[in-house]
Nanobody, 119 residues
Framework: QVQLVESGGGLVQAGGSLRLSCAASGRTLSTYSAAWFRQAPGKEREFVAG????????YRTDSVKGRFTISRDNAKNTVYLQMNSLKPEDTAVYYCASKPSYARQYDLWGQGTQVTVSS
């Protein structure tokens, strides 16, 4: 079964840190692009950070660059999102996604993990 499973969410105070994990089965993430998205209540889902099969990374520069870091452990077939200096506006459900490098759309999504940042 091909799937992505996120973990690591939770409740943290503003200024704190969390590391989200996205473990893949049935797909080798190192040969695909992967990304983290988030969706806050009443808002549309938005891109947070992405990592290409080559290891190149991109970030939502206006709000997370410098605070969030996306990385990949090929041996564990897992993608991570290290989140530092968290703010209440980072509160959302965070989703991991994957796609072939040539594809425009992400075709595999995890179930999401809740991140809540208290002020």
């Amino acid at each position: 079964q091909v799937q992505l499973v996120e973990s690591g969410g939770g409740l943290v105070q503003a200024g704190g840190s969390l590391r989200l994990s996205c473990a893949a089965s049935g797909r080798t993430l190192s040969t695909y692009s992967a990304a983290w998205f988030r969706q806050a209540p009443g808002k549309e889902r938005e891109f947070v950070a992405g990592i290409a099969w080559s290891g190149d990374t991109t970030y939502r520069t206006d709000s997370v660059k410098g605070r969030f870091t996306i990385s990949r452990d090929n041996a564990k077939n897992t993608v991570y999102l290290q989140m530092n200096s968290l703010k209440p506006e980072d509160t959302a459900v965070y989703y991991c996604a994957s796609k072939p490098s040539y594809a425009r759309q992400y075709d595999l999504w995890g179930q999401g993990t809740q991140v809540t940042v208290s002020s």
